[in-house]
């Protein structure tokens, strides 16, 4: 079992920054690839990014690409988000996930087995 737990969002106003982090705990965090997903509202479940277990391969949706950043320290545990240069339009609930079962996909939420609450981000213009 995989227990996430999301934290740092808040209200930003465009052009600016936020991190995002996801502690997870349970069994061999550095064994999965983890992911974000956002939803605003009124929309589908949107995929942000993917870091792999060892951190050195990471995809990022287009929308997001060349702004967010994905990490990870896998000694304590946690994913992070970093978020620039922030738009009206990365305003959502921000998700992130673990892929413990890998089986070929990374962009889709059915891919990933356990998921945290959420934590909003707010963009004002």
């Known amino acids: 079992q995989v227990r996430l737990v999301e934290s740092g969002g808040g209200l930003v106003l465009a052009g600016g920054s936020l991190r995002l982090s996801c502690a997870a705990s349970?069994?061999?965090?550095?064994?999965?690839?983890m992911g974000w997903f956002r939803r605003a509202p009124g929309k589908e479940r949107e995929f942000v990014g993917r870091?792999?277990?060892?951190?050195?391969?990471?995809y990022y949706g287009d929308s997001v690409k060349g702004r967010f950043t994905i990490s990870r320290d896998n000694a304590k545990t946690t994913v992070y988000l970093q978020m620039n240069s922030l738009k009206p339009e990365d305003t959502a609930v921000y998700y992130c996930?673990?892929?413990?079962?890998?089986?070929?996909?990374?962009?889709?939420?059915?891919?990933?087995?356990?998921w945290g609450q959420g934590t909003q981000v707010t963009v004002s213009s």
């Open positions: 870091i792999n277990w060892s951190g050195g391969t990471t």
């Open positions: 996930a673990a892929d413990v079962n890998y089986d070929g996909g990374y962009n889709a939420p059915v891919e990933y087995e356990y």
């Open positions: 349970g069994p061999t965090f550095s064994r999965y690839a």
